[in-house]
């Protein structure tokens, strides 16, 4: 749910909230094999996680967390670490201390709307707008959009940050007006490629309130929570009363302490408000490996189920994909589904091994809950996972056979294409080269991964098993995707839009620019003394048109600039009426600059000033138009009207 950290997560997930630390598929574990592992991960486990939980919360500087694991039809292990209210000094309980589990919240609405399905309710590849009455989605393209594309995270719709968290209760609207005036746009058809998407997964909980003719927080309670007797789960903002106390608070580690944050509220709730206890996960889970049924409550048969579980999209066979609303997280020859979940503050996930009949679920309450979880994750796959461990050492043979087609810029999908929130999917951006080895490396944000070719157009990270591929189509490289992220495709940028050309065209212009806004004042100055008031001659009015453009530029710079580090997150989810009116600065300062060219013309028809005066105006409005560009293509020109 929550903006992704901008380092391994920006890129090598692109998304917020998907939790994906995954790895390459495979076939199904062999059954003994499978059985001797699980006997021997289960022994000694508490120990185990004791340990890994004890490293994870003090290295990471996590207040507390909570973990449950199930088995064979019962929960094997469940217990808290830490704190839920650090100044009450209230300690975690796995079957009392409620954690946001933000996104991991999906798999609800998934599971409602295949018990629609299995009601005949919904055919699940029928256009949604058949199941939708206060909503409706565009005929942007020929092919519709249906609950399976929204389950894949395959709409095809843009990022939309605005009405996904708001400040508090009041700002809370019901779920179809959100979904109807913070509408992304459609920028590619549907089933093509995977862009992670909170709106299409909210707009999976509007059509099952349509059905339910209920809210779809009341139809999940009824439906799905009191079924499997999950009496310490909900979907509300704030949470119920009786259940208040017992919500764990989440926290920031700075200055040497933990400082309690609020209470985030989700905009869209079904795409991620829900607040649980490790022991009713356990339940969900439960349901998932025992045909939808625990202890004779069953929200599922058993091949809605399967459904549910198996494969239905993906960009490559060779690397993972998604189900009906899990994406899988598979390693060697383990199948693993699974689903994360994030908020600024809290740190989820939940993963199931079907052929082990295991499941695992860990929720964390700080923000360094997402590196602690990433380490806690792979160390309990490795456990399970008989073939952990056993891959040979990597070493490139050569160059690859597309090494010079595949070096380039790559950019994640999930970016706002048509709104001033573009700038966001700045930091999903990496670089792809090729050492001179043979070694493919990623690069981003100073962090770097270094890949080997395994298969055509397929890699695998040195040391780890992420898995890279490319896609090529009409003899050129056009994608990119990791097996750790499937419900995300990154697309190869244009020389234009890479970010060191773009880099260096902002790095240019801004000089050229306040060499006018610096420069002209003080010659102005300097010949007003040494000369006297000059007099009244019309060239003046081409300065005066390029430098207020320039000030325009820099004083929307500046601001956006303040408005971002004061309140980055604020900023971007609810635009404060400041930034409203920094829009317009852009805007003005392209009626200037466009002013301004006409009298670089003249200026050199009519021999304006010296040779030297006139080569430097034109590279201000030149430097004016470029910058201007720039705002352009990230959609901060015009982006007010």
């Known amino acids: 749910m929550a903006p992704t950290e901008l380092s391994r997560r920006g890129f090598l997930s692109g998304a917020m909230g998907t939790g994906a630390t995954a790895f390459a598929g495979g076939l199904p574990v062999a059954a003994e094999a499978g059985s001797e592992a699980v006997s021997e991960g289960l022994e000694g486990l508490e120990g185990f996680v004791d340990d890994l939980m004890a490293e994870g919360l003090a290295e990471h500087d996590v207040a507390g967390a909570t973990v449950s694991v199930v088995h064979d039809g019962s929960v094997e292990f469940a217990k808290g670490y830490g704190y839920a209210d650090v100044e009450a000094g209230r300690e975690v309980r796995a079957d009392e201390t409620l954690f946001r589990i933000g996104s991991v919240s999906k798999l609800f609405g998934w599971t409602a709307a295949m018990q629609g399905a299995e009601r005949d309710a919904f055919d699940l590849d029928t256009d949604v707008n058949r199941y939708l009455e206060e909503v409706t989605i565009p005929g942007t393209y020929t092919e519709p959009i249906t609950l399976s594309h929204l389950a894949t995270h395959t709409p095809g719709f843009e990022e939309r940050l605005r009405g996904t968290f708001v400040a508090n209760e009041d700002d809370l609207r019901p779920l179809a ?5 913070e509408q992304p746009a459609r920028v590619r058809p549907p089933g093509e490629l995977a862009s992670y998407s909170n709106y299409g997964s909210a ?9 339910a003719g209920t809210s779809f927080e009341a139809y999940v309670e009824a439906e799905i929570l009191a079924p499997l007797g999950m009496e310490r789960t909900t979907f509300g903002q704030p949470v119920p009363e009786d259940l208040e106390p017992d919500l764990s608070r989440g926290y920031r580690y700075t200055g040497g302490g933990f400082r309690e944050g609020e209470f985030e509220y989700v905009g869209i709730p079904p795409a991620g408000s829900a607040s649980a206890t490790a022991t009713d996960m356990a339940r969900f889970m439960l349901a998932n490996l025992n045909g939808g049924e625990v202890e004779g409550g069953r929200v599922l048969e058993p091949e809605s189920v399967e459904r549910m579980h198996e494969r239905r999209f993906g960009h490559d066979d060779r690397i993972n994909g998604v189900a009906f609303g899990f994406y899988e997280r598979s390693r060697g020859d383990l199948r693993v589904i699974a689903h994360g979940g994030d908020t600024e503050l809290f740190h989820t996930e939940l993963l199931l091994i079907p052929d082990l009949d295991l499941g695992l679920f860990v929720s964390y309450n700080s923000p360094g809950g997402v590196a602690a979880r990433e380490e806690f994750v792979g160390r309990f796959l490795d456990r399970f996972d008989p073939a952990a461990g056993s891959e040979p050492p990597l070493e490139p043979d050569g160059a690859p056979a597309h090494a010079e087609a ?15 929130e573009k700038l966001v999917g700045a930091t999903s951006t990496a670089e792809v ?11 981003t944000l100073g962090e770097e991964w270094r890949f080997v070719e395994i298969d055509d157009l397929l890699f695998r990270e040195v040391g780890a098993e992420e898995t890279l591929v490319f896609r090529e189509e009409d003899g050129e490289i056009t994608h990119a995707f990791l097996g750790s992220v499937p419900v995300m495709a990154f697309e190869r940028l244009d ?24 420069g002209w004042p003080l010659a102005m100055v300097r010949r007003r003394y040494r000369d006297g008031p000059p007099p009244p001659e019309r060239p003046r009015i081409a300065r005066w048109l390029a430098g207020t453009g320039a000030v325009f530029l820099f004083g929307f710079l500046v601001g956006v600039v303040v408005l971002l580090a004061t309140d980055p997150v604020g900023t971007l989810l609810s635009p404060p009426t400041t930034l409203q009116l920094l829009l317009v600065l852009p805007v003005l300062a392209a009626l200037t600059t466009l002013w301004a060219t006409l009298y670089v013309v003249r200026s050199w028809r009519a021999s304006y000033w010296g040779v030297l005066s006139r080569l430097h105006y034109t590279l201000v409005v030149a430097s004016a138009v470029g910058f201007c560009w720039l705002l352009s293509y990230w959609n901060l020109l015009g982006a007010w009207l």
């Open 177 to 181: 007006e959100v979904l109807r005036e």
């Open 203 to 211: 707009l999976v909980g509007q059509v099952v309130a349509e059905w």
């Open 406 to 420: 595949i070096e380039g810029s790559y950019r994640g999908l999930r970016i706002a294409e048509t709104t001033y």
């Open 433 to 443: 080269a090729v050492d001179a080895d043979g070694t493919v490396v990623v690069s």
């Open 495 to 518: 020389w234009y839009e890479r970010p060191l050309f773009q880099g260096a065209v902002a790095g240019l212009t801004l000089l050229v620019l306040l060499s006018a806004v610096v």
